[in-house]
């Protein structure tokens, strides 16, 4: 028993962090992943190790392909924009459940990871600044007394989180961001949830055209490095 719950214990902790990892861009999406490699940089085997990363194919943050090995995980703009539609059906009946069943509790919640992301953002620190954003969305799943509404939020959380540290460097958009949940946040506290959606749709919209402008950036960067790699070969050679 002692054993099995060791073996349990290192699956998790290795997920945790590979999950950390992808999340916060340490990996690139399509990358490949070594089980040898993670195996020896946590100093554990790689049993863990392909249970950790059976774990987060789970969750969408891997691809693993037989007799090709396990890749970080990569989505379509047509992807994205499924990814988005669901998220935005889960959270709108979220808001409107805490909003009814935990009024108070949900605006006190809201409020007081609106003034952590306002000190992130002061001191220009963006993986706080995210952490707080990502609570601000869990409030309304934490309070709106539906595990099942919970549980599907919990399946999506991971990769729309790894999705959104990738864009978040984009310029000013962590202070547009902020100013949207302050709209957002505002509406609430009125009870006027049509409008809060309203601005919840007009959030997620951005989301989806940001992430074309990540994926543009990152062909063309692509694009780029294949084009100089090409003419310093050429250059090598003399052609």
């Not at 789970?58 to 970080?72: A, D, M, W």
């Not at 994205?80 to 669901?86: F, M, T, Y």
């Not at 992301?117 to 963006?126: F, K, P, T, W």
């Not at 959104?164 to 902020?178: A, G, L, M």
Request: proline share 2%; net charge neutral.
């Amino acid at each position: 028993m002692n054993q099995l719950k060791r073996s349990r214990t290192l699956t998790e902790l290795a997920a945790n962090r590979i999950r950390k990892a992808i999340i916060d861009n340490e990996y690139k999406l399509g990358e490949p992943l070594s089980e040898s490699l993670l195996a020896n940089s946590m100093g554990t085997s790689k049993t863990p190790i392909r249970e950790a990363l059976a774990l987060l194919k789970i969750e969408g943050l891997v691809n693993i392909f037989p007799q090709k090995g396990t890749f970080v995980f990569t989505l379509s703009l047509l992807e994205v924009k499924q990814l988005i539609e669901i998220r935005f059906i889960l959270e709108s009946a979220a808001i409107k459940l805490a909003f009814s069943n935990n009024r108070e509790k949900l605006l006190e919640a809201l409020s007081e990871n609106l003034m952590n992301m306002e000190n992130s953002l002061r001191v220009n620190d963006i993986n706080e600044y995210l952490t707080h954003d990502s609570r601000f969305h869990e409030c309304f799943f934490t309070l709106c007394e539906n595990h099942y509404l919970s549980d599907a939020y919990s399946h999506i959380i991971a990769i729309s989180s790894a999705l959104r540290t990738r864009v978040s460097h984009q310029p000013n958009h962590t202070n547009k961001t902020f100013e949207e949940h302050q709209i957002l946040y505002n509406f609430i506290t009125k009870g006027e949830l049509e409008k809060a959606l309203e601005v919840l749709h007009y959030h997620f919209s951005s989301f989806e055209k940001l992430y074309a402008t990540y994926c543009d950036q990152i062909t063309t960067s692509h694009f780029s490095s294949t084009r100089k790699n090409r003419q310093s070969h050429k250059d090598e050679r003399g052609d």
